[in-house]
T-cell receptor, first 112, second 106 residues
């Protein structure tokens, strides 16, 4: 059974629409991370989330992005008004900064 | 400026060969990760290192903190080892190398 599960596996959305990407289910973990990988490019750190608060974020993680843990288990990444350049693979992970990282299988977001 | 540099970018080997992938970094780090990314996109953690050497089966990872360099070795390579291998370092946040695409031919 995977340590981290992401849904959906693939999402297509119109430019300007809001999308919510989910890590489900996760329990008893404090540290979570979101990363993104634009096709053909390297993985980039977006944000780390500790004990229900953002602990670190990159310059990519601007006001368009938000993270939540709405019900204590699901861990979501929201993009408010998607742009074409948001098309990428988005990975959720637990652990990873100074502990072993467990990645979800990723959500491929396509903005059209 | 790339803070994490991997070499080579691409590597083709024959089954059974010994493989080395290198990672150099230019920032102070608290940990270094080696990751494996499969063709479908999934990422698997292989190692987390802060010093010395670790071994899992046919995989060996080493790090030299003074030289800011790490290597990933694969002994007795197999076609199923074909993947992209990514070096990532924990600095202020997590910085990733561009990856090394390994193809092992039978």
């Amino acid at each position: 059974e995977p340590e981290v599960t992401q849904t959906p596996s693939h999402q297509v959305t119109q430019m300007g629409q809001e999308v919510i990407l989910r890590c489900v289910p996760i329990s008893n973990h404090l540290y979570f991370y979101w990363y993104r990988q634009i096709l053909g490019q390297k993985v980039e750190f977006l944000v780390s989330f500790y004990n229900n608060e953002i602990s670190e974020k990159s310059e990519i993680f601007d006001d368009q992005f938000s993270v939540e843990r709405p019900d204590g288990s699901n861990f979501t990444l929201k993009i408010r008004s998607t742009k074409l350049e948001d098309s990428a693979m988005y990975f959720c992970a637990r652990g990873g900064m100074n502990t072993e990282a467990f990645f979800g299988q990723g959500t491929r977001l396509t903005v059209v | 400026k790339n803070e994490v540099e991997q070499s080579p970018q691409n590597l083709t080997a024959q089954e059974g060969e010994f493989i080395t992938i290198n990672c150099s970094y230019s920032v102070g780090i608290s940990a270094l990760h080696w990751l494996q990314q499969h063709p479908g996109g999934g990422i698997v953690s292989l190692f987390m290192l802060s010093s010395g050497k670790k071994k899992h089966g046919r995989l060996i990872a080493t790090i030299n903190i003074q030289e800011k360099h790490s290597s990933l070795h694969i002994t007795a390579s197999h076609p199923r080892d074909s993947a992209v291998y990514i070096c990532a370092v924990r600095s202020n946040d997590m910085r990733f190398g561009a990856g090394t695409r390994l193809t092992v031919k039978p």
